[in-house]
Each structure stands twice: as structure tokens, then as C-alpha cells.
């Protein structure tokens, strides 16, 4: 197939910073589709600045149709001080799941974002190399309930070559939390992955944390072992929780023609000489400031707080939204851009795009409810706030430059 002229490409290039995210959209496709390599290096520049998410997804397949060489690119973007840039150059590596790129992704799985350090947990799954298991270990305990299942996923995927480190976590590690964390991906691996961590489960029903207790009561109850199910009928008459739980799983115990025929599978790697004690901390990733943020209304608000607090800690806006930013300021930025691409060559009407698409971006980069979310990267700020009732009142706002100087660096 003929790739498109000079001319077509640097239309293509300059629509990837359209205003309209459908043309935006429709460039990708046009360069992806045609393999056209020289694009390669426009289109990893993207990925820190790109805030849709349909066309944020069709970047990854675009550089992926490329040749290795932007291959080469998206891994350099893996130290990208822009975290929208590490988040999708880690997203289109999870797609290649290439063993040689688990040991680059390794710094991403401690990535101080949320959702770049989750995405890399699928990333180093999806490679598959077990080289990447105590980097995930020293991640228990960390983030959401629903980041913390992310990385139960990741986990799973190694089976079990991952219960070694997890007895090692369930048995030493310092925080209660990724105790727990542990018990839990012990307990979702289940039978017969798992049953070699039956004496740590065992172990840890007399830890001095009861929701670490919990956990290992019920990671005992997704064994199929005789010695498993006959502790967790021990414990049918313990107060509280533990009691309520040993019952509950009792009801389900497996019949007995089941246990006898189930070989427990055993490990000489799970036991208490296997490698260092994790470092899982749950303060290692501080919760930011919440009166980085102020906001009012709705039953939401405790659980948006916080994230509008990481929006703030991470992007930096410096304006609440497009109403706010001076008229001047985006005029500045207008005429920097049309003055350039009219430099560069292009038509009147082309430059006119390019300094729309120009004014558009500072957007984006500089309005709080403009941005793409770091909680939730699919939607903008307001998305996230559409329908919950929760206004944001006022935040600690960083420095507004006039212009961006070169790419913005949030």
C-alpha cells in the first residue's frame, strides 16, 4: 500500500492536535492504517497529551502497526516525568506482553500514580516473566480496594510462582495491611494453586490483627485439604467475625470423597528462609493533602474528596475552568501557535487549526474539571463529577504561565 505524500502526512501530524476529538480521532487511524513510520515519534508524543480516551486507545494501536523503532519510543516514555505518557506507553506494552520488557516495567509497578502503577501490574502479568513477582509483593496493601484488586489479578496470573513471596508477606510483613493483602490473593488463587500455603494460612489465624485472622480463615476455606477444612470447623464456635465466617464456610465444606481425592500439592520454596521480608507499607504512598481541595455537596463527597485532593497533588491546575483562564492568556497562546505553523509552512487555514487545537490543549493541561482524571482516566474532572451533587469550591492552584513552554510537564 502507498503511504500518504509529505503533504498529507504533515496534515495528519498537525490534526493529532486538533480541537475536535473526532478528527483527532479520524488522524490516528488515517496514520495507523497506513504504517507510516515517520509518524511513529508524533504519535508516542501524544500519549502525555492526549486527553480522550477513544482516542487515546487508537494511539495504541497505531503505534503498535508501527515498526519496532517506535517500539524503542514507548519504552523511553516508560521515564516520562508526564504521567498520562508512562500510563499509555505501559498500556500498549501490556498489549505486546513481551518477557524482555517485564525488567523496564519494573520501575512503573512503584509508579507514585495510582492508576500507572496498576496498569503496570497487568503490564508485568501480561509478560509473564515471575522475575516481576516481588515487585508486586511490596505492593500489597496499597491504594483502593479496587486498586488492591488489580493487583490480586496480576498476582493470579503468576499462580505459583507467586505463593512463595505470598507466604513470605503473609508470614513478615511489617504492615497488617499487606498481611491481609496476602491471605486475600491466597485465598482468591484458591485450590489447588494455594495449597501449599496451608501452614501459613494456619499460622496466621493467631495474628494479632483480626482482619489479618479473617483473611486466613477464609484463604483456609478455598483449600481442599482435610487438614484445612478441619481447622475451619474448629474455629465454628469462635465469637464474632472468625466464628461467623468459620460457619458460613462449613456450610460449603467440599464432601469428603472430594478432600480425599484432592493431592495436596506441595513447594519446598514456601517456607520461612525465602528471600527477604517484603517492604509492602501502606506509607509509602502518603494519601494527598485533602485541603489541597475544597468542595461542597451530595452524599458522594467523602469518597470524591480524595480524589480531587490526588488530582490536584499530580496535575497541578491552575485554573478551576475554561471561564477562568484570561482571555488573554489564551490568545497569547492562539497567536504563538498560528505564528509558528505559519513558519513552519502551513496555510492560513491549516494554522488556524493548529493554533485552535493549540488553545484547546492549554485547556486541558491548566483547568482542574478539564483534565483528564488521575483517578479515573477514562473521563475529564467533570465527568467524574457530573451527577454526584459535589462542586469544587476552591484549591491550591500552581502557577499559570502564559504559554507552555514545550511540552507540558504534569
Not at 45 to 68: H, I, K, N, P, S
Not at 165 to 173: C, D, E, G, K, P
Amino acid at each position: 500500500m502507498q503511504g500518504p505524500s509529505t503533504t498529507d502526512t504533515a496534515r495528519l501530524l498537525d490534526l493529532l492536535g486538533d480541537a475536535d476529538a473526532d478528527v483527532r480521532l479520524q488522524a490516528v487511524l488515517d496514520l495507523g492504517q497506513a504504517r507510516h513510520g515517520p509518524a511513529a515519534p508524533a504519535l508516542v508524543e501524544r500519549f502525555a497529551r492526549e486527553w480522550d480516551f477513544q482516542v487515546r486507545e487508537a494511539l495504541t494501536w497505531a503505534t503498535l502497526r508501527m515498526d519496532d523503532t517506535a517500539l524503542s519510543m514507548v519504552r523511553t516514555a516508560l521515564g516520562d516525568p508526564r504521567w498520562p505518557a508512562r500510563l499509555q506507553a505501559t498500556h500498549t506494552l501490556s498489549k505486546v506482553g513481551a518477557p524482555k520488557d517485564t525488567v523496564r516495567l519494573l520501575p512503573v509497578v512503584d509508579d507514585p500514580v495510582d492508576c500507572v502503577a496498576a496498569r503496570a501490574y497487568w503490564a508485568v502479568a501480561q509478560c509473564g516473566d515471575p522475575v516481576a513477582v516481588p515487585a508486586l509483593v511490596d505492593q500489597l496493601a496499597r491504594g483502593t480496594s479496587e486498586h488492591r484488586n488489580s493487583l490480586l489479578v496480576a498476582l493470579d496470573a503468576f499462580g505459583g510462582e507467586a505463593v512463595p513471596a505470598l507466604v513470605t508477606a503473609l508470614r513478615h510483613a511489617p504492615a497488617g495491611g499487606a498481611r491481609r493483602h496476602a491471605a486475600d490473593v491466597l485465598a482468591f488463587m484458591g485450590a489447588p494453586v494455594a495449597d501449599p500455603a496451608e501452614p501459613a494460612l494456619v499460622a496466621a489465624l493467631d495474628d494479632p490483627d483480626e482482619w489479618v485472622r479473617i483473611a486466613a480463615l477464609n484463604g483456609l476455606g478455598q483449600l481442599r485439604t482435610t487438614t484445612a477444612w478441619e481447622t475451619v470447623e474448629s474455629r465454628t464456635g469462635s465469637d464474632g467475625r472468625p466464628g461467623l465466617l468459620a460457619r458460613r464456610l462449613v456450610e460449603r465444606r467440599p464432601p469428603d470423597r472430594v478432600l480425599a481425592r484432592h493431592r495436596v500439592r506441595t513447594d519446598p520454596r514456601v517456607d520461612d528462609a525465602v528471600g527477604p521480608p517484603p517492604t509492602a507499607d501502606p506509607g509509602r504512598w502518603p494519601e494527598p493533602d485533602h485541603d489541597l481541595v475544597t468542595h461542597s455537596g451530595g452524599p458522594l463527597a467523602d469518597r470524591l474528596g480524595p480524589m480531587l485532593a490526588l488530582q490536584v497533588a499530580v496535575a497541578r491546575p491552575a485554573y478551576l475552568s475554561r471561564a477562568e483562564v484570561p482571555v488573554a492568556v489564551l490568545g497569547a497562546v492562539h497567536d504563538d501557535a498560528h505564528r509558528a505553523a505559519i513558519d513552519d509552512g502551513r496555510d492560513a487555514v491549516a494554522a488556524g487549526r493548529v493554533a485552535a487545537g493549540a488553545v484547546e490543549q492549554y485547556v486541558h493541561d491548566h483547568v482542574f474539571e478539564e483534565q483528564m482524571s488521575v483517578a479515573d482516566p477514562g473521563k475529564l474532572v467533570k465527568d467524574l463529577l457530573r451527577g454526584t451533587e459535589v462542586a469544587i469550591l476552591d484549591f491550591v492552584r500552581a502557577p499559570a504561565p502564559r504559554t507552555p513552554p514545550g511540552p507540558t510537564t504534569w
